[in-house]
């Protein structure tokens, strides 16, 4: 069953870009990130004061939370980030479990079992020439809908400038 962006996000999509107002996060270096949460288990969690994100918060959450929970996932939302990808921008290859919404069109992801085969070809963008599958590496297209990672496989988006994600991660 084809999951697609909601409502909410088109309008969080929108707002942001509208304010062009971004942060910086660890695994996209150089993009321009909107951290709208943070689940922290020893102080209270972090939600943006961002009015279209705060004003529905919880239905956002929850959002996100039915989607892992219909594939019987028992992790719940760790982080929510928009990102918009620059030229100089990347994904740092990550085994963490997340859902990832397209919001421009496709965006290439390559995923494996093996974290270090990532981090070794994570600078590799040409899907056509280079040999993937004798590397145990598989290049996938998240298109218009969303796209679940599970903790057994490592992934590592590569965001072309302009392109738009909405990057959820669960723990």
Known sequence: MPIKANKFLTTLQT??????????HYLFPFN???HFYSKNNTQKDF???????????????????NIVSEFNWTETLDNLLY???????????????AVIF?????????????MFKLIS??????????????????????GNT??????????CLHLEE??????ATYS
């Open 102 to 114: 397209s919001m421009t069109g496709e965006v290439k992801m390559l995923t494996s079992p093996d």
């Open 83 to 97: 990102v918009k990808a620059t030229d100089k921008g990347f994904h740092i290859p990550t085994k963490t479990p």
């Open 162 to 167: 302009g392109e738009e994600i909405f990057y």
């Open 32 to 34: 321009d990130v909107f």
């Open 47 to 65: 939600n943006s004061s961002f009015p279209p994100y705060y004003n529905n918060q919880d239905k956002i959450k929850k959002y996100f939370n």
């Open 121 to 142: 070809h994570m600078a590799i963008y040409d899907y056509q020439l280079f040999p993937f599958k004798k590397r145990n590496i598989t290049p996938v297209r998240v």
């Open 146 to 155: 969303a796209k679940l990672v599970g903790n057994r496989w490592c992934h």
């Open 15 to 24: 707002e942001v870009k509208a304010h062009g107002i971004y942060h910086a």
